[in-house]
Every structure is written in C-alpha cells, then in structure tokens.
C-alpha cells in the first residue's frame, strides 16, 4: 500500500519540547479527562515520524540497495492504531518504507532491529513502539529504537526539535516547504510476534537440552493485565508444554477494566497472586502493558517483585556467571547488597533510577573490564547482556522457566520451590514505603527557579542536617539524591527523573524507626514550603 497523505485540519501551538518524557515521548492522545488536553494528536504524530525519520537518515546510510525501513508497533490501547497510521505518514512521507507489526511487546521492537530476515524485512534500521507503559488509557506514546538499543535522552530532544519544524511547515499555507508524501515508501504488514514469541520458545529449549516440552505438568498462569502481553500463553508457555488454564486479562483492551497492567501495582500483584492459589498453579507471571516489564509469584502466593525479583534474577546469572556485577536501580535494599555480595559472592552496583541509566551503567562497567550480565530496577525492567542488553521483561521470566525445567530435567522437587529456595537468606525489612512529595511549581518560594533546583536546595539540606545527626550516616557510595543510613534502616530523597516530585523511600525494621527516618527528613523538608510533605506527614501521624 502506497502512502497517502492525510488532511491537515487546525494547527495548534504545541510545547514539542514537552512532550519527553526522559528517553520517551508520553503524551495524552484521547479527548475526555478534564484537565488534560490532547497533545499527542495525529499531526504531532506524523511530525515526530517525520522527525524521527530525517534523525534516522543522518545517522544511517542506506546501503544503496533498498530504502531505510522502520517497523511500528503498539499495545492495547486506544489510540493506538490512529497513532500508528499518523506516525507512519510521517516515515513514508520521508521516503522510508514502514512496516507495522500490530500488537506487539517493546522488547520485540528493539529485537526487530538484530533480527536477520529479508522475508520479515528484517533488520529495521529503526523501530517505534507506541505505548505509555502502565499510564491511564487516555495517554500514549512513543519509544524508538535501532540496533544500538533504545534512543536516549538527547537524541528524543533532537527527534522533537525536527518534529516541531516538519509540523512549521505543515502550516505553510503553499505546502511548498512541507515533505508529506514525497516519494514512494511503502507500508507493510508483518506478524513479527510469532517469530520473536518462537525465539523466546527457542530459548528455552535450548536451555533444557533440545527438549521440545520442557515445562510439561506446569501449571503457569500468565496475567497480561489486557496489555500486550496475552501472547506468553499461547505462545511461549504452551509450545513449551506447560498447562495456562487460569490465565487472565489476555485480552487487549485499552481501558484496562480490570487492573493496572504494572508489577509494581498492589492490585495487580493481588490479581495474579489470588490466580495462582485459586488455580493452584506452580507459578504466575504478570507484565506490564509493553511487556518491558514483569514479576512473578510462586506457588505458595510469594510474589517475586521488586527487591525479590533482583535477588532471584541475581541467583540465576550469579550460578551462570561467577563473581558478576549486578547493577540496579537506586531504591534497592541494603538487604540486597548483602545477598549478592555475601550469599551470591557478587557485586552489588546500587545506581540510578531509570531503566536506560541502569543498562547504560551495566554496558559501561563492561567496556572499563568490570564484567556485568544483569542490569535491572525494582520497577521491573531488567536486561541481560546474554540477550543484547534488551530490556525485557518476557525474557526474565524466560530465565526463570529455564531454572524450572532444568531443575525438573535434574529430578529436583516440582513446583516453583527451586525458585523460592534461590531467594532463601535474603533479608527483608519489615516496613518499606514510598512517599512522593511534589514540589508545587506555582509557589513564591520558588522564586523563578526550575523546580530541579528548589528539589537540589532541598536534598542539600537534608544532607546537612544529617552530617550533624550523630544517629544517622549518608552512604558513602550513592549515586542520586541522599541515602542515610540509621535506625536500623535507611531512606533514600532523591528527584524523580520526570515529576516535579521528591520520592522518598524508606526501609526499617519497624515501624517505629521507619517514623524516626521520616522524621528526619521531615525536619529538613518543613523549612520548604513548596513542598508538599503530606504524604509524610500522614505517614509519620499512623
Ligand atoms: O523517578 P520516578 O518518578 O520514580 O520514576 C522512575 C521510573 O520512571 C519510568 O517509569 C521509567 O520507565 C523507570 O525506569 C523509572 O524507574
């Protein structure tokens, strides 16, 4: 199918800058919830395609042979097939041919980038996944990627700045200086999550020794929370042998009417655990919308999420890679640190927040010589370097049906006890919390100055105070915000890497001590006033 140009209707004055969301594009794409207007309409869709595709022509050379090409996909929501076709306009009108895969995970996007197969069009020189990952449904998005991983957040800056001119031009009233529908790029279709989902399938047979069933006599039960990720039943879990019976949410649906689909999510955690005891499963895997993200629970209702989730991947790439660095994101438990480092005989690297800082962090350890394999936040995400540092939350879970069937094929146990014997030692802390304390940009305190800096002003003070606090200690090794040390516990206040928010977390072996690192912090934060410590306030008060 050639492309068309679509009709250019009004032109508002879009902020294109706001629109980055770190090394993502989110914005909100459905009309109806009050207080949040649409600026992710099909013309600023088209825009950022023909922004991302003039990116994508200067940073590759086509071969001479055929034209760059970039596949598109997306999840469940409801925006996403307008976006899709908006953004896909934008690419061929550049003169790059386009191909669409549909449903698709994140992780499958960046893999249609490696994968060799001229029948699938594959390598993509680029890949655009649509998705605002677990966001309500009225907003979307977009992430790009080529065969050197995801885009990061200059290249984003550098994709809007050209979208916001391509969209300039779409206003000239001549059309003299606007692209659209040059050239004749094509736009396919592919089902590109068969060929990934049998690479996942791929992957597990070969960690069993070529067995083609390896997990026969499981019972897994998979929640896709009505994301994208519906796929992993019928097509990697049962390929493989293991009964889905119980499954649920598999259906895409775009209003998600039963759950957040994010493993970080109480609710959503209690729906895949309440799953498994209901079917008296081995085992539950959630994900989130895009797939980039999962957890799992064991057969007892013991979920494998945040620090647990780490520790468990860690067994697994530790037995494989004696001695490795394990880098994580910056809320992780000192219990954590002790497990790598003490049951493991690992490294613990506690970074920064945010998946692509984590991964980047992992690939740069390797390139100085300190050898990583795993890259992976409490949020979820999580990346191998086995596995081209994809961040991936289906190939996690695949890791960890390796260590079931493998465990079976050595007739050790049944169930998911080999799972739950793997996290044996690691300490937890009784009380774990995460408050977030918005800075309101609006206030006279403020004085003009970015929100960033009245955050850094505020995490200063919080350090200072500490340094003359003979109950606390600053961590002497912390790469964001201020982590202290005291009480039993910790607590980490650090800027949120998008939000005009101070998210603090604190861990504590009781509540009481939690209370006294709240407290602490709180001293601090009261001389702010534009920062909203409620959340605190309320904690301290239970
Ligand atoms: O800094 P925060 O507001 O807590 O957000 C941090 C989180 O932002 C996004 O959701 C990223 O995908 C995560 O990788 C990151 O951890």
């Not at 207007?37 to 013309?43: G, S």
């Not at 200059?154 to 979208?163: C, M, N, S, V």
């Not at 100085?368 to 979820?380: D, K, P, R, V, Y």
């Not at 465990?407 to 006890?417: E, K, M, P």
């Amino acid at each position: 199918m050639a492309a068309a140009p679509s009709t250019i209707s009004s032109l508002d004055n879009i902020d294109f800058q706001k629109l980055q969301n770190g090394s993502d594009i989110r914005g909100v794409a459905v009309a109806g919830v009050e207080g949040e207007p649409v600026n992710l309409t099909e013309l600023v869709a088209e825009a950022i395609g023909a922004g991302f595709a003039s990116w994508l022509i200067e940073k590759k050379k086509a071969d001479g042979l055929r034209r760059l090409r970039v596949s598109i996909g997306h999840d469940s929501r409801i925006s996403a097939k307008k976006l899709q076709d908006a953004i896909s306009q934008g690419i061929a009108g550049a003169g790059l041919d386009v191909i669409q895969y549909g449903l698709a995970s994140t992780p499958a996007m960046f893999n249609s980038t490696l994968t060799e197969d001229e029948a699938l069009f594959c390598p993509a020189d680029g890949s655009i996944m649509i998705t605002a990952s677990h966001l309500p449904f009225n907003r979307n998005g977009f992430k790009f990627f080529t065969n050197a991983g995801g885009l990061g957040k200059a290249d984003i800056k550098e994709i809007l700045g050209r979208a916001a001119e391509f969209y300039r031009n779409l206003n000239s009233t001549d059309g003299s200086t606007n692209s659209r529908g040059k050239g004749s790029a094509t736009i396919e279709q592919v089902d590109y999550m068969s060929v990934y989902a049998s690479d996942l399938v791929k992957a597990v047979r070969k960690a069993a020794g070529n067995k083609e069933k390896p997990l026969e006599g499981f019972h897994i039960v998979v929640d896709a929370g009505n994301g994208a990720g519906g796929f992993f039943a019928a097509k990697v879990l049962e390929p493989l042998g293991a009964i889905t019976s119980g499954s649920q949410f598999l259906e895409p649906d775009g209003l998600f009417p039963n759950h957040i689909p994010n493993p970080e999510d109480k609710t959503a955690m209690k729906a895949i655990t309440e799953a498994v005891l209901c079917n008296k499963a081995d085992l539950g895997i959630i994900f989130d919308t895009d797939v980039d993200r999962s957890a799992a629970v064991d057969s007892t209702g013991r979920e494998f999420n945040r620090n647990r989730l780490i520790a468990l991947m860690s067994a697994i790439v530790l037995e494989e890679n004696p001695g490795t660095t394990i880098v994580t994101d910056s809320v992780t438990s000192d219990g954590l640190t002790l497990f790598i480092e003490k049951k493991l005989g690992g490294k613990h690297h506690r970074f920064k927040r945010g998946y692509k800082n984590v991964i980047d962090e992992a690939i740069r350890l390797n390139s100085i010589g300190e050898e990583s394999h795993l890259a992976i936040e409490t949020s979820g995400h999580g990346a191998l370097k086995e596995n081209h540092w994809l961040d991936d939350g289906a190939y996690l879970m695949v890791k960890i049906l390796n260590k079931l069937a493998s465990a079976r094929a050595s007739g050790l146990g049944g169930g998911s006890q080999v799972l739950t014997d793997l996290v044996e030692g690691l300490q937890e802390p009784a009380v774990a919390v995460e408050l977030r304390l918005k800075i309101n940009q609006n206030h006279p305190d403020l004085q003009g100055r970015p929100f960033r800096d009245y955050g850094e002003a505020v995490l200063k003070h919080v350090e200072n105070l500490v340094a003359s606090d003979s109950k606390l200690l600053k961590a002497p090794v912390n790469y964001e915000g201020v982590r202290v040390s005291g009480f039993g516990g910790w607590f980490l206040l650090r800027l949120s890497l998008h939000d005009p928010v101070l998210p603090l977390n604190i861990e504590a072996p009781s509540n009481d001590d939690a209370i006294k690192l709240g407290l602490a912090v709180l001293a601090a934060a009261k001389e702010f006033p534009a920062l909203d410590t409620s959340a605190l306030d309320k904690f301290i008060q239970v």
